[in-house]
């Protein structure tokens, strides 16, 4: 079964960097674009990036670009976001996401907290 794994949140004080990553399984990796959204509390979820299924194509929230870099690992089934230059409004519950056969796949999140 498709599943998608979040990892390397934490706390991180304003102007510092964060690497997440989605671990994917369960579907063929190469064939899917793969999306990082994130939900801060009592807002919607918003889209923060995408990546194509080749890596050869990328899109960013106005809020995050240049600072935000999504990529990926076809060794390890994996995707990243660097994050750089985090200010308080990028905490959220961050999440990656995968589209197939009209259906949406979540990952359970991991906590990005932006504070001094």
């Known amino acids: 079964q498709v599943q998608l794994v979040e990892s390397g949140g934490g706390l991180v004080q304003p102007g510092g960097s964060l690497r997440l990553s989605c671990a994917a399984s369960?579907?063929?990796?190469?064939?899917?674009?793969i999306r990082w959204y994130r939900q801060a509390p009592g807002k919607e979820r918003e889209l923060v990036a995408t990546?194509?299924?080749?890596?050869?194509?990328?899109n960013y929230a106005d809020s995050v670009k240049g600072r935000f870099t999504i990529s990926r690992d076809y060794a390890k089934n994996t995707v990243y976001l660097q994050m750089n230059s985090l200010n308080p409004e990028d905490t959220a519950v961050y999440y990656c996401?995968?589209?197939?056969?009209?259906?949406?796949?979540w990952g359970q999140g991991t906590q990005v907290t932006v504070s001094s």
């Open positions: 990546i194509t299924n080749t890596g050869s194509s990328t």
């Open positions: 996401s995968l589209r197939m056969a009209s259906r949406n796949y």
């Open positions: 369960g579907f063929t990796f190469t064939n899917y674009a």
